[in-house]
């Protein structure tokens, strides 16, 4: 699935809420790991996936555009 945070609503919090409820429903559902992509430009969303607890980035196999990113749910 894609979720993208509409520029105009940036900024204010909504992409942590949306992230906490997507950790939340994966401890639910007994998930053991979330992976995500995110363009290498992308340095604000990827200031977010820190602070939510995802492991830096690796690119991808195609000269690093798109970057991979997980983190286990406990």
């Not at 809420?17 to 604000?44: P, W, Y």
């Not at 939510?52 to 555009?65: K, N, Q, Y």
Request: hydrophobic share 30%; glycine share 14%; with cysteine.
């Amino acid at each position: 699935h894609d979720i993208y945070i509409e520029e105009s609503e940036r900024s204010r919090g909504l992409g942590r809420r949306v992230f906490e409820e997507i950790l939340d429903e994966a401890r639910r559902r007994g998930c053991g790991k979330i992976t995500l992509e995110v363009m290498r430009t992308n340095v604000r969303a990827q200031k977010l996936y820190r602070a939510l607890g995802f492991g830096d980035g690796v690119p991808d196999g195609d000269g690093g555009s798109t970057w991979y990113w997980s983190m286990k749910v406990d």
